[in-house]
């Protein structure tokens, strides 16, 4: 199977790390920055990870637009890290409905904490400190595992 993760992290490079950890250990994946990535360099992936902080409530523009652009009917996984507690919230909302416009196959998602310095949080030294950690690491790599074994 041939996977390419799409990734954007101008924050603190937290969602990197995740990207990174799972290339690491599969170094069979492609790479590419969202905001440098053009729709033909992905014409030939059988599954595409979006992945980025969140920002706002959502994942980043740029992963958004790149989402708009797939093939018709790409499976895809999602990956990011955010600041703090969801309360319940679902980030995702804005990039699921593109990416069901595209008929896409989301496949599964994995999300955890990443260090956030945004805004008045970084007068209190930030939220989510150390954040991804090494347990965030081995889970989002076993996250990546359990989609190739399913
Ligand atoms: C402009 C901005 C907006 C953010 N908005 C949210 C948000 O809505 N919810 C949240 O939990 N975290 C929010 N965060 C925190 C980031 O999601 C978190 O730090 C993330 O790990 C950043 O990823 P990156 O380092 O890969 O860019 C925001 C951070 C920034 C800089």
New binding site residues.
């Given amino acids: 199977m041939k996977t390419a993760i799409v990734y954007?992290?101008?924050?603190?490079?937290?969602?990197?790390k995740l990207v990174d950890a799972i290339v690491a250990a599969h170094n069979d994946i492609a790479v590419f920055e969202a905001t440098t990535c053009r729709p033909d360099d992905l014409s030939s992936y059988d599954l595409i990870g979006l992945a980025?902080?969140?920002?706002?409530?959502?994942f980043h523009p740029s992963i958004l637009n790149i989402a708009a652009a797939l093939p018709l009917r790409q499976r895809v996984f999602l990956l990011?890290?955010?600041?703090?507690?969801?309360l319940g919230m679902n980030?995702a909302r804005k990039l699921e409905a593109v990416l069901s416009s595209r008929q896409a196959e989301i496949i599964g998602q994995f999300g955890c904490?990443?260090?956030?310095?945004?805004?008045f949080f970084k007068l209190f030294g930030g939220t989510?400190k150390g954040?991804p950690n090494d347990d965030d690491l081995r889970h989002a790599i076993a996250f990546y595992e359990s989609l190739l074994n399913a």
Wanted: cysteine-free; aromatic content about 24%.
């Fill in positions: 954007h992290s101008y924050h603190h490079g937290n969602t990197k980025s902080g969140i920002y706002y409530f959502s990011s890290t955010y600041g703090g507690n969801k980030y904490l990443g260090f956030n310095t945004y805004g989510a954040h």
